[in-house]
Nanobody, 126 residues
Framework: QLQLVESGGGSVQPGGSLRLSCAAS?????????IAWFRQAPGKEREGVSS????????YYTDSVKGRFTISRDSAKNTVYLQMNSLKPEDTAVYYC??????????????????WGQGTQVTVSS
């Protein structure tokens, strides 16, 4: 069974940057699949942030992070990264990575994803 472990969270001032990592291990759900980042702020629903496919590295972003966040993957390390620049206080949340079917593509809908990491806290505050 696929296991996902996030790292790289922390506290940063507005305008700062962080890079999150999602390391995958174990048996993948299929030959190709999607890896996505979701986030959940206190009192809010979980929100899809970005996703990347493991077959052609197609990428997808929610509108609020376009131009600021970049998702990428290193297939040799089985790791997906989320580079977050120009961070804003509203980016504060627990960030989760998840694995799901290839057809999920840019849906960024949490119930389409079957495997989840434990989450990493990102706090943007002055």
């Amino acid at each position: 069974q696929l296991q996902l472990v996030e790292s790289g969270g922390g506290s940063v001032q507005p305008g700062g940057s962080l890079r999150l990592s999602c390391a995958a291990s174990g048996a993948p759900p299929s030959k190709y699949y999607m890896i996505a980042w979701f986030r959940q702020a206190p009192g809010k629903e979980r929100e899809g942030v970005s996703s990347i496919s493991t077959n052609d590295s197609s990428t997808y972003y929610t509108d609020s992070v376009k131009g600021r966040f970049t998702i990428s993957r290193d297939s040799a390390k089985n790791t997906v990264y989320l580079q977050m620049n120009s961070l804003k206080p509203e980016d504060t949340a627990v960030y989760y990575c998840a694995a799901g079917p290839l057809w999920a593509r840019g849906d960024l809908i949490d119930y389409e994803y079957d495997f989840w990491g434990q989450g990493t806290q990102v706090t943007v505050s002055s």
